[in-house]
């Protein structure tokens, strides 16, 4: 390893500044633990709080890459530290913050939907990807939001990973199979970890509805990671959302975990449309039988326990993960297959 590379990973650095104070992230403090292996390989720890933009970590892992003489790049994206004066969250001892106002009505997005599941592994990205696109192919004009920041996978689903242009000051969201969408995926080499604290994800959230060039929708779904968290807090907070669905599978560790989370939009006052059932049976390509991979009607009863409807039960469906791997929603690549039909049908529930 040359005695300059260190010195030249370093200087690459400076090159990269932060908008929010005009330092370059060096001298701003937010490098730290910077390693320069004798095989060139860099690792680094970049710090972040709720204030800067989260493409700061793509810029720094470009410009190091850059250098010659660097082989590779490990970069952990972490924090910074919350003040202890924070707002106290949902479960705290604290004081109860005052009553907040209405959240706002973004109009220009149509009609806001949340797409939510209990727990992960459920298909719940690959749903929403789904209904965009067949909204899409309906003649409506769709947008979808990939708030799981911890996991984005719509990059993977529509099969574009293009950085984003910016115009006027607003991000531009890519578009494929006629969906406009934004992920925090777009804007992070895959490989780097976002171990973020709950402010910095409310301000990734709030940043992706208001500061990406969205034009004038019909529908605007909103990929929300698993759980109950702050993803979920955000959303309601800074946007009037018109409706959730609950993603599960038919097995009762799924459909329990989903139950909470249709609580959860009813105590923030959002309607829950119903539930969708992925991966109910398996769809034999050979005899068209149905069989119960999983226990059988757990959405069903789910529904019934809410007093929702049961909007489908999408079966599993041979081929239709490699398509997903593909970027190609299934109802725009195998239309006529029983898992398209399942989802054309739910999308049309929903626009009814």
Not at 160 to 175: F, R, W
Not at 235 to 256: F, R
Not at 319 to 340: H, I, N, Q, R, W
Request: hydrophobic fraction near 45%.
């Amino acid at each position: 390893m040359s005695n300059t590379l260190p010195t030249l990973v370093a200087g690459a650095l400076t090159n990269v500044r932060n908008p929010r104070n005009d330092k370059d992230v060096i001298s701003a403090g937010m490098v730290r633990d910077l390693e320069v292996g004798a095989d060139g390989k860099v690792t680094l720890t970049l710090v972040l709080n709720q204030e800067d933009p989260p493409g700061l970590a793509r810029e720094a892992r470009l410009a190091i890459s850059a250098v010659e003489g660097v082989t590779d790049v490990d970069m952990a994206v972490v924090a910074d530290a919350v003040p202890d004066e924070a707002p106290a969250t949902c479960g705290s001892n604290h004081e109860a913050a005052p009553e907040q106002a209405p959240p706002p009505n973004l109009a220009h997005l149509g009609k806001i939907i949340a797409v939510s599941s209990g727990k992960g592994g459920v298909g719940k990205s690959t749903v929403a990807a789904n209904l965009a696109a067949a909204l899409a192919k309906a003649g409506k004009r769709v947008g979808v939001m990939d708030a799981d920041v911890y996991g984005p996978n719509l990059p993977r689903l529509f099969g574009a990973y293009d950085k984003p242009a910016a115009t006027d000051g607003k991000v531009v969201p890519l578009e494929r199979h006629g969906v406009k969408f934004m992920s925090l995926g777009l804007l992070m080499d895959r490989d780097t970890p976002a171990i973020w604290r709950g402010p910095i994800v409310v301000k990734v959230i709030a940043q992706f509805l208001t500061d990406v060039e969205w034009g004038t929708l019909d529908y605007f779904l909103v990929d929300l990671p698993p759980g109950t968290g702050d993803a979920q807090l955000s959303l309601v907070q800074s946007a009037q959302v018109h409706g959730a669905v609950i993603v599960t599978t038919p097995q009762e560790l799924a459909t329990g975990d989903s139950l909470r989370g249709a609580k959860m939009f009813e105590q923030v006052n959002v309607p829950v449309l119903g539930i969708i059932e992925n991966m109910s049976s398996f769809a034999c390509p050979h005899c068209g039988e149905a069989i119960d991979v999983f226990t059988d009607g757990g959405g069903a009863r789910l529904a019934e326990e809410l007093s929702l409807p049961l909007l489908g039960q999408i079966p599993l469906q041979a081929g239709m993960a490699a398509l997903a791997d593909e970027g190609k929603p299934v109802v725009v690549a195998d239309p006529e297959s029983p898992a398209a039909k399942v989802l054309a049908e739910i999308a049309y529930k929903l626009a009814e």
